[in-house]
């Protein structure tokens, strides 16, 4: 759904002209399948810097002033709109052979390099695009089984990159293990990274009329809303807490109005956000039933990321619970 790709040092520099940045930088970022990513993160700007003062060589034409701030525009925008890695290129190796350490490791959706080298599945030649098909740039996105393997391969590319993730359904129980088994997946993928500390899982899920009722009758008292909630909350750490590593921060909010209000189920992560068409749940095995996974536009994603911050004015926060272990 969302793609995470290492771009070439000496392909970036390329980038000072807007006008050959413009076919690339223009289909990344949120609304779109790829982000771009800084590996390795410590050394990336400088390796981008040389390779432009490679192509600058006098170094203080007003050409190269230009380039420079352009290029340094760029950066940001990237940074902005993508990833970091850490790793190293180690002395006397090029770029090419510590992504592919990097990769062999910790797959990329794909690699973006300036021209033609060896050929492998992950690469995508950016002076042969739109001449020749590269598989890593416009990946199949079929419908996918409504199973928690096949859910959570669907979206690992997305779950693997992204440092925040917001887990949006109004019905999510993890008591159920409709939707703790998914959810198990899910995170078994996104903790699949170099370094888990980077790594926030936010969880909102609504409190539906019909629900309060039930668990009223079952309590056989008048449950508050806020001591329903509370046990929403306690069913995540008694649940989820366990699939999670040490350094992974947990958080979970339970909203009043959400399913009244907002029917959709989302992932949502600062580069993007996937809309599941039926829920995080799963359906019964062998049932065979598939859901369509959506890439939310930018003015989408914008508006469904702003919706689960501070106070918004269609959601009541009941209450939230922060976990760090």
């Known amino acids: 759904m969302i793609y995470e790709f290492a771009i070439e040092p000496d392909l970036v520099a390329t980038w000072h002209d807007p006008r050959v940045a413009y076919p690339f930088v223009s289909q990344m970022g949120p609304g779109y399948p790829r982000v771009a990513c800084a590996f390795p993160e410590a050394a990336w700007k400088n390796l981008v810097i040389g390779s432009l003062r490679e192509l600058f060589p006098d170094g203080q034409s007003p050409r190269w002033q230009t380039a420079k701030r352009n290029i340094e525009v760029l950066l940001r925008h990237l940074h902005e709109t993508g990833t970091t890695r850490t790793g190293k290129v180690r002395d006397g190796e090029s770029w090419f052979v510590a992504v592919e350490r990097e990769h062999a490791a910790y797959p990329f959706g794909g690699v973006l390099v300036k021209s033609s080298v060896a050929r492998r599945p992950f690469l995508v030649v950016a002076d042969q695009l739109g001449v020749e098909d590269f598989a890593a740039w416009t990946p199949a996105a079929p419908s996918v089984l409504r199973q928690p393997r096949e859910l959570a391969e669907a979206l690992a590319p997305l779950l693997r990159c992204a440092t925040g993730l917001r887990f949006v359904d109004p019905y999510f129980d993890a008591a159920d293990p409709t939707f703790r088994d998914p959810m198990r997946e899910f995170l078994s993928a996104a903790q699949r990274r170099r370094d888990v500390n980077t790594l926030q ?9 019909h629900e309060l009722e039930q668990a009223r009758r079952h309590a056989g008292r008048q449950l508050t809303e806020l001591e329903f909630a509370e046990q929403k909350i306690q069913s995540c750490r008694t649940h989820l807490v366990p699939m999670l590593a040490a350094g992974v921060r947990l958080r979970t909010f339970v ?11 989302y992932i949502l992560t600062k580069l993007g956000g996937v ?3 039926t829920g995080l749940d799963r359906s019964p095995s062998g049932a065979g ?12 994603h914008d508006k469904r990321w702003k919706q689960y911050v501070g106070n918004p004015s269609d959601l009541r926060l009941i209450t939230q619970s922060i976990i760090s272990l």
């Open 201 to 209: 899982v936010e969880i909102h899920c609504g409190m539906a009329h």
């Open 275 to 277: 809309m599941l068409g």
């Open 255 to 265: 909203w009043a109005s959400l399913v009244d209000r907002i029917h959709n189920r």
């Open 289 to 300: 039933h598939t859901d369509d996974l959506t890439l939310l536009s930018k003015d989408q």
